[in-house]
């Protein structure tokens, strides 16, 4: 028994699924819309989690933004890929912009020191991430892996 028809394919020359009719107003969101602000809280959240671990070491009261904060950068990551972003681009891009902005900001806050080979670092994976998006960006329009 051929299971196509329990489970019809969509390029099958099946009708798309009815819309409601509050959906059928609604514009169409893409993808940007609701992908990119919720990269930007988790890479908000991980860099505060960063950043008060560094604080709870004289307070401890901090860890209560820790655990918060890093379980929010998980739960906002798991949303973008549930969206479609690649996971090499979703996680490079949370990771090079968490480093950059957890090293300035400490620096800020903390006084640490942003020595010549730390900024070279920085610009070094801010390029690796660019690497790895337009790698991504290529292969999806090209058409393969």
Same mark, same amino acid.
């Given at each position: 028994?051929? =299971?196509?028809?329990?489970? +019809?394919?969509?390029?099958?020359?099946?009708?798309?699924?009815?819309?409601?009719?509050?959906?059928?107003?609604?514009?169409?969101?893409?993808?940007?819309?609701?992908?990119? +602000?919720?990269?930007?809280?988790?890479?908000?959240?991980?860099?505060?989690?960063?950043?008060?671990?560094?604080?709870?070491?004289?307070?401890?009261?901090?860890?209560?933004? !820790?655990?918060? /904060?890093?379980?929010?950068?998980?739960?906002?990551?798991?949303? %973008?890929?549930?969206?479609?972003? +690649?996971?090499?681009?979703?996680?490079?891009?949370?990771?090079? =912009?968490?480093?950059?902005? =957890?090293?300035?900001?400490?620096? &800020?806050?903390?006084?640490?020191?942003?020595? +010549?080979?730390?900024?070279?670092?920085?610009? &070094? !994976?801010?390029? /690796? %991430?660019?690497?790895?998006?337009?790698?991504?960006?290529?292969?999806?329009?090209?058409?393969?892996?």
């Amino acid at each position: 028994m051929s =299971t196509g028809a329990l489970h +019809p394919r969509p390029d099958r020359g099946n009708p798309p699924p009815p819309v409601s009719a509050r959906e059928a107003r609604r514009p169409p969101r893409s993808r940007a819309s609701t992908v990119w +602000p919720l990269l930007g809280a988790a890479i908000c959240s991980e860099v505060a989690a960063s950043l008060a671990l560094k604080a709870a070491l004289g307070h401890p009261g901090w860890y209560l933004l !820790v655990v918060t /904060g890093y379980s929010a950068a998980f739960v906002f990551l798991a949303a %973008v890929l549930r969206r479609g972003l +690649p996971v090499g681009v979703a996680y490079g891009i949370w990771a090079a =912009t968490g480093v950059t902005l =957890t090293a300035l900001l400490a620096a &800020l806050v903390f006084g640490e020191a942003l020595t +010549p080979l730390v900024l070279a670092g920085i610009v &070094l !994976v801010v390029a /690796g %991430v660019l690497c790895v998006e337009v790698g991504a960006h290529r292969a999806t329009r090209d058409g393969g892996a």
